[in-house]
């Protein structure tokens, strides 16, 4: 006796048609991926003001996005065969998504009152909504899997729309959602996107049975975002920033960018400089340059424009042109510090590298470099190329200064002031005797370092009295001290510069 032609093993039909439309299904796989994409790069915003914007944070996070992405892929599979595929996928969006809209408020909190477990509850944060967005994928390949004849097109189709729902979300967020939403009102919304998924795919299988619990827990997160301490004033395409008014003094305002104090403004007297490592390249200037006369500056970074200001305010007739990669940094400036159109510093919205690019070469007679993603300086402002720019952009008796942080052994400090001696005939230090190899000690303490440099030599005694005159404590180390503390330092190049592992963070997080 022969099996009739009909029989759903002859055919290749799977053993559980439960069917689901190609545009459902097309759309539910799009919208799961995406959402993996946001979670992930939002993540990486939340977690800034706390454990730093550094190659060491982007890397934990995209890891962990990556496992969770393989994980959900996995089990979704796996469950899918066990399970009526049907009644996966609305928990896994629902639950997924109440994660998602809880998150801002969950680690905001853990990081002001439990930070020690904060990597925990961050990683969880990502496993646990990527997971479950993952497994999104498997199931409804499960569902489309009627007949085993399609089964290539169905698996290649559904993973190319995935890949293309991962890209939409990543170039959204970075383009759209991050410039104009905080990262909080993007995470309750894709939360609640996500729930009205799940209670629409709840209503068109079982009815809306746990979607109202679920939709008091977005509330809920809503709610707990609006109380639980979040340290922004204002979120900018690349920083958590506030700006702090000085209890001492009514004109005093501090910029804190991440957590980090980045610079201290007095609007009514741009001449008072509060911060050690502003108050060294002051006096590094005013050595190098005769009183009062006025400059041409470029400044590769700006954040408060401390230094600009000071420029404008004692050498009238100085142009300062900056270079400040956050937008969000600059409408800061002129919203809460004062800044003005006609005081002498133009501020160019740019990446400061290319910002150099565009200079014609010997036009300025000073560059400063105070550029900084937390407090690593932006790598690719650290190399011997970086350095060749600014050197071709200086005039004969131009002048590069530079603001350094490190710690621990000074890896970075040593390897960048190596790689700026090999473009600068006269190089010095300038920073606290202990961290530079003058001090009783040879234990440094870390912290801010300046260094200074030159195709002409520079007047160190000037710069000594300078620095003494303003109580900074810190000496000059040149010559045969500077090469000596450099000792065997790499250099920076285009191609191989790890500042971000050179690099030992003090964990205080302040930068001045």
């Known amino acids: 006796m022969t099996r009739s032609s009909s029989s759903p093993v002859a055919e290749g039909t799977s053993p559980h048609n439960y069917g689901l439309g190609p545009r459902a299904a097309a759309v539910l796989v799009f919208g799961s991926s995406a959402a993996v994409l946001v979670v992930e790069i939002v993540a990486l915003r939340l977690l800034a003001p706390y454990l730093g914007l550094t190659l060491e944070t982007s890397t934990m996070v995209i890891g962990i996005a990556l496992t969770a992405i393989a994980l959900g892929s996995w089990l979704g599979g796996r469950i899918a065969d066990q399970v009526n595929p049907r009644r996966l996928i609305g928990p896994s969006l629902g639950v997924s998504g109440a994660v998602v809209a809880l998150t801002p408020a969950v680690l905001r909190a853990t990081a002001e009152w439990a930070p020690a477990i904060l990597l925990l509850i961050a990683s969880l944060t990502i496993l646990v909504p990527g997971a479950l967005l993952s497994a999104v994928t498997p199931i409804v390949t499960k569902l489309r899997l009627t007949s085993l004849a399609e089964t290539g097109a169905v698996v290649g189709r559904l993973s190319g729309v995935g890949t293309v729902g991962a890209i939409v979300g990543t170039v959204l967020t970075g383009f759209v959602l991050v410039t104009r939403l905080p990262v ?81 403004v007095d609007i009514d007297d741009p001449t008072l400089l509060k911060f050690g490592y502003v108050r060294a390249i002051a006096s590094v200037v005013d050595a190098a340059f005769p009183k009062g006369v006025p400059l041409a500056a470029h400044h590769l970074g700006g954040g408060g424009l401390t230094f600009p ?32 159109s006609e005081g002498g510093v133009d501020v160019r919205v740019e990446d400061g590298r290319l910002g150099l690019r565009r200079l014609d070469a010997g036009s300025r007679d000073l560059v400063v470099g105070d550029a900084f993603g937390g407090v690593s300086v932006p790598w690719h402002l650290t190399t011997v190329e ?21 710690h621990g052994g000074l890896a970075f400090a040593r390897a960048e002031v190596a790689t700026i001696s090999e473009t600068f005939e006269h190089v010095a230090l300038v920073g606290e005797p202990s961290d530079i190899g003058l001090g009783p000690t040879s234990t440094p303490k870390g912290g801010n370092l300046v260094v200074l440099a030159s195709n002409r030599p520079v ?37 191989h510069a790890p500042v971000d592992q050179l690099l030992q963070p003090y964990s205080p997080r302040s930068s001045q």
């Open 184 to 264: 909080s009102g993007i995470l309750i919304g894709l939360g609640t996107l996500l729930v009205v998924g799940s209670a629409l795919v709840e209503w068109r299988t079982r009815g809306w049975r746990g979607t109202p619990a679920l939709t008091l827990v977005v509330v809920a997160g809503g709610l707990a975002t609006m109380v639980a301490p979040g340290g922004c004033d204002t979120e900018t395409r690349y920083h958590c920033a506030r700006v702090v008014a000085d209890p001492d003094r009514g004109s005093g305002r501090t910029l804190v960018l991440d957590g980090v104090r980045h610079s201290y």
């Open 309 to 340: 200001r000071y420029l404008a305010a004692t050498r009238p007739g100085t142009r300062s042109l900056v270079s400040e990669i956050d937008s969000g940094v600059v409408r800061i400036d002129r919203d809460q510090l004062g800044l003005r």
């Open 386 to 406: 970086a350095m060749t720019d600014v050197r071709r952009v200086l005039n004969e008796d131009g002048l590069y200064v530079a603001n350094l942080i490190d």
């Open 459 to 495: 007047d160190l005694r000037a710069t000594q009295e300078a620095l003494d005159a303003r109580q900074t404590g810190w000496k000059i180390a040149t010559g045969d001290d500077l090469t000596s503390w450099i000792g065997d330092a790499q250099l920076l190049t285009d191609d």
